[in-house]
T-cell receptor, first 111, second 116 residues
Framework: SQQGEEDPQALSIQEGENATMNCSYK?????LQWYRQNSGRGLVHLIL?????REKHSGRLRVTLDTSKKSSSLLITASRAADTASYFC???????????FGKGITLSVRP | EAQVTQNPRYLITVTGKKLTVTCSQN?????MSWYRQDPGLGLRQIYY???????DKGDVPEGYKVSRKEKRNFPLILESPSPNQTSLYFC???????????????FGPGTRLTVL
């Protein structure tokens, strides 16, 4: 069953702009992870944020987690054409080790 | 280089012809998993393994088998492939037995399977 739901489904921005992607989930989690996938290729891990954390940064990426609203956001600042990809949020419930992925957001960054 | 490898990367086969997709990781990870990715459905877990000789079903295990005889290898077996198993398949691994419950997953490059 799909737990994470990303929003929007597709996003198109100009190079240099910021991109914000959202993820909502239904049940409690141990952690939430964001992955990137370039067309037809393997997923690459971006950030893991645990349920007791509120914000994490990695380079141009910033992830926030609001467990009261069961939502997370991924912000990519100063986007580049190379950021064009699909982005997935994935949640891991507290009780088991399964990772459940959302359907993904397609980000297009125009040069 | 630390990585997860899959073979073959592309495969076209016919209904009913048994096939195996291999997966190997060189990071000494405990946890391994198989996913399939279909348009509009995202990634769905097929099977996972928390340790050698320990495997369990994911969300969509029907039509698939796995084995974990060694820590590094986790092959996916389709005994009698059908067209609805046409998909993009990913193998992934995590350092600890708790898997994604606590850790990042490292993904292989994917195997694109077409069943005619």
């Amino acid at each position: 069953s799909q737990q994470g739901e990303e929003d929007p489904q597709a996003l198109s921005i100009q190079e240099g702009e910021n991109a914000t992607m959202n993820c909502s989930y239904k049940t409690s989690i141990n952690n939430l992870q964001w992955y990137r996938q370039n067309s037809g290729r393997g997923l690459v891990h971006l950030i893991l944020i645990r349920s007791n954390e509120r914000e994490k940064h990695s380079g141009r990426l910033r992830v926030t987690l609001d467990t009261s609203k069961k939502s997370s956001s991924l912000l990519i600042t100063a986007s580049r054409a190379a950021d064009t990809a699909s982005y997935f949020c994935a949640t891991a419930p507290e009780a088991n080790s399964k990772l459940t992925f959302g359907k993904g957001i397609t980000l297009s960054v125009r040069p | 280089e630390a990585q997860v490898t899959q073979n073959p990367r592309y495969l076209i086969t016919v209904t009913g012809k048994k096939l195996t997709v291999t997966c190997s990781q060189n990071m000494n990870h405990e946890y391994m998993s198989w996913y399939r990715q279909d348009p509009g459905l995202g990634l769905r877990q097929i099977y996972y393994s928390m340790n050698v000789e320990v495997t369990d079903k994911g969300d969509v295990p029907e039509g698939y088998k796995v084995s974990r005889k060694e820590k590094r290898n986790f092959p996916l077996i389709l005994e009698s492939p059908s067209p609805n198993q046409t998909s993009l398949y990913f193998c992934a691994s995590s350092p600890r037995t708790s898997g994604a419950g606590t850790d990042t997953q490292y993904f292989g490059p994917g195997t694109r399977l077409t069943v005619l």
